[in-house]
């Protein structure tokens, strides 16, 4: 009987080794990038619907040169709001005594309750180098705030390159809404899968047929925590990481792609872009009842070939909070600058950008019609 010399059975032990490890690799990718089963993808969450007029939560982070930015936002939301407001940012160590000097004294000057945390930048270690520079420097923290706020229930995350031009409380009472499989809302990235960037580019899987958009996110924390949310974040950018342009947005749709029955879709109204309104009118709800949510992604806040978003980003920058200036001076410097601009297809819906402060201050300080 002949026998195998050593250096053959060698061989063989080491190249089933190798597959052994392999098929043990494929599965565990699987698993990881195939997220969800059928059964989860139906699931149920015990958590309650909120009550209408909780206090609202709105969250955002800032990095870098964001800072000036931010606190537009902020105050954009401190003018419209006639609710209680609490404030959770994630910012960079040396911003949290500009953020505490400011807000503090905001606190003071505004008569409805007005609240703030602070938080440091809190990436895993493991990976914190690609985290961290995700799409932009800090954007990912967002996906990782269902573990890092055990405290908090639920929260409307923005980017800080964004405008209420409403009651946020009429966006917060969207989560009564949400049906019972549903932990998030967010807004498509476009209605046209013909116009919109992930049906013609994406590399990776996305929710629909359009994919979302991220800049506006309310977050039911409570359900994302029950869902197991932040299982699944970091297997999906070690498998994808070279194929996701926008970070943590492609995530964010790599995910809902599985469970989509997890997404309560928003308006377009509710993060307006200049995607919406430069090629023409492409939200009807924004023109027919107004831009609620003002999104200056690609830097259309600064830009001159989107000079109607300048203008609103003007008059809510030169609005002193604290300062003997009524809501109808905001407004009246808000239509004196679209009416200023150069014209464009986004200013061609001026009437878009005042219907809902317009109706807002009508409304809470008896303002006379325009």
């Known amino acids: 009987m002949k026998r195998f010399p050593f250096y053959t059975t060698l061989i063989l032990i080491i190249i ?32 309650k619907l909120m009550k209408k007029n909780d206090e609202v939560v709105l969250s955002f982070v800032v990095c870098d040169s964001r800072f000036n930015e931010s606190l537009n936002l902020l105050k954009s939301g401190l003018i419209f709001t006639q609710s209680s407001l609490h404030v959770v ?3 960079e160590d040396d911003l949290h005594k500009k953020f505490n000097s400011t807000l503090t004294k905001w606190k003071m000057l505004i008569a409805r309750p007005f609240t703030f ?20 420097k800090c954007a990912a923290q967002r996906l990782f705030i269902p573990a890092l706020l055990p405290h908090v229930d639920a929260m409307i995350y923005v980017d800080t390159d964004t ?4 009651p946020i409380e009429i966006l917060w009472n969207y989560f009564t809404k949400f049906k019972a499989t549903e932990i998030s809302a967010l807004a498509l990235e476009d209605e046209n899968p ?28 409570t359900r994302m925590r029950e869902f197991g949310w932040i299982d699944y974040i970091t297997p999906i950018m070690l498998r994808w990481k070279s194929n996701i342009p926008w970070g943590d947005q492609d ?19 509710y993060n307006y872009r200049s995607d919406q309104c430069m090629y023409g009118d492409a939200c009807a709800d924004a023109t027919f009842n107004g831009i609620f949510v003002l999104h200056g992604s690609r830097r259309a806040f600064y830009s001159d070939k989107q000079p109607a978003f300048q203008a609103v980003h003007r008059a809510i920058e ?40 317009t109706e807002t201050f009508k409304k809470h300080y008896n303002l006379p019609d325009r």
Not at 262 to 268: G, K, P, R
């Open 194 to 221: 013909n116009v919109s960037w992930y049906p013609r580019f994406a590399k990776h899987p996305f929710y629909g047929k359009c994919g979302l958009n991220s800049g506006v996110m309310l977050m039911n924390l």
């Open 318 to 357: 030169e609005f002193e909070i604290g300062a003997d200036l009524s809501p109808k001076m905001l407004l009246v410097n808000m239509e004196k600058y679209l009416n200023e601009t150069t014209p464009s297809n986004c200013g061609n819906l001026k009437d878009a950008f005042l219907k809902i402060p």
């Open 251 to 269: 995530i964010i749709n790599i995910i809902f792609h599985y469970h989509e029955r997890a997404v309560h879709e928003l308006s377009c109204r």
């Open 117 to 136: 945390e602070l938080h440091k930048i809190n990436f895993p270690e493991a990976n914190r180098k690609d985290w961290m520079n995700l799409f932009s």
């Open 16 to 47: 089933f080794s190798v597959s052994t490890i392999l098929y043990l690799n494929s599965k565990i990718s699987m698993r990881n990038t195939k997220l969800y089963s059928n059964h989860q993808n139906k699931r149920i969450f015990k958590s």
């Open 163 to 166: 405008l209420f031009l409403g």
């Open 89 to 91: 940012i994630f910012a």
